[in-house]
Nanobody, 120 residues
Framework: QVQLVESGGGLVQAGGSLRLSCAASGTFFRINTMGWYRQAPGKQRELVTVIGSGGGTHYADSVKGRFTISRDNAKNTVYLQMNSLKPEDTAVYYC??????????????WGRGTQVTVSS
């Protein structure tokens, strides 16, 4: 089973920066897509950004130009650099990893979540 350990969340003022990290450990065959989701109080969980095994990325419109996702395949770790943070970015951020188990079988894994709070 894959276990995801997140870190880097916290409280920051508007305009500040935070860097989230998520390390995958345990037993797995191969990690493909890695990404970040977030869920604000009273709202549904939404995709923030994803990065494929080949390095291709996708960002939600709300974070384009401010957030950057990256990955270190040797460390099985994905990062999220968040700059120019806004109060609307306040949410619990969840790491998501897709495990390729072969023969078209994909298993999703989720981190416990890390709180990001941006004050005005």
């Amino acid at each position: 089973q894959v276990q995801l350990v997140e870190s880097g969340g916290g409280l920051v003022q508007a305009g500040g920066s935070l860097r989230l990290s998520c390390a995958a450990s345990g037993t797995f065959f191969r990690i493909n897509t890695m990404g970040w989701y977030r869920q604000a109080p009273g709202k549904q969980r939404e995709l923030v950004t994803v990065i494929g095994s080949g390095g291709g990325t996708h960002y939600a419109d709300s974070v384009k130009g401010r957030f950057t996702i990256s990955r270190d395949n040797a460390k099985n770790t994905v990062y999220l650099q968040m700059n120019s943070l806004k109060p609307e970015d306040t949410a619990v951020y969840y790491c998501n990893v897709d495990e390729d188990q072969g023969w078209g079988r994909v298993q999703d894994y989720w981190g416990r979540g890390t709180q990001v709070t941006v004050s005005s």
